[in-house]
């Protein structure tokens, strides 16, 4: 059974940190790309970031570069998403994909080629 269950999330004011984790199970992990997307308050699913299944390459949404870095332990079957000066704008439910292109040397940011979700984390930023 594929299972990818995220945990982390919470509540913290503008200026703090988190850090996301996402744990897989029932697929394989180290030959595949990973991504993070968010859902905010009636918007649609956006691209957060994604990292190569090496860990090698990884890519950012423009909102979040410099604040937000994406990183994996295959060993433990498990992708991260530390979150630094946080933005009430960060606030979203935060899910973690698996992209089943094994031949994929480059993460993708669309999310159509993403495969299986995690149920979702929430993360909510006070002013």
């Known amino acids: 059974q594929v299972q990818l269950v995220e945990s982390g999330g919470g509540w913290v004011q503008a200026g703090g940190s988190l850090r996301l984790s996402c744990a897989a199970s029932?697929?394989?992990?180290?030959?595949?790309?990973m991504g993070w997307f968010r859902r905010a308050p009636g918007k649609e699913r956006e691209f957060v970031a994604a990292?190569?299944?090496?860990?090698?390459?990884?890519i950012y949404a423009d909102s979040v570069k410099g604040r937000f870095t994406v990183s994996r332990d295959n060993d433990k079957n498990t992708v991260y998403l530390q979150m630094n000066s946080l933005k009430p704008e960060d606030t979203a439910v935060y899910y973690c994909?698996?992209?089943?292109?094994?031949?994929?040397?480059?993460?993708?940011?669309?999310?159509?080629?993403?495969?299986?979700w995690g149920q979702g984390t929430q993360v909510t930023v006070s002013s």
């Open positions: 990292i190569s299944r090496s860990g090698g390459r990884t």
């Open positions: 029932g697929l394989t992990f180290s030959r595949n790309n």
């Open positions: 994909a698996w992209d089943p292109r094994r031949w994929a040397t480059v993460p993708s940011n669309e999310l159509a080629l993403y495969d299986y």
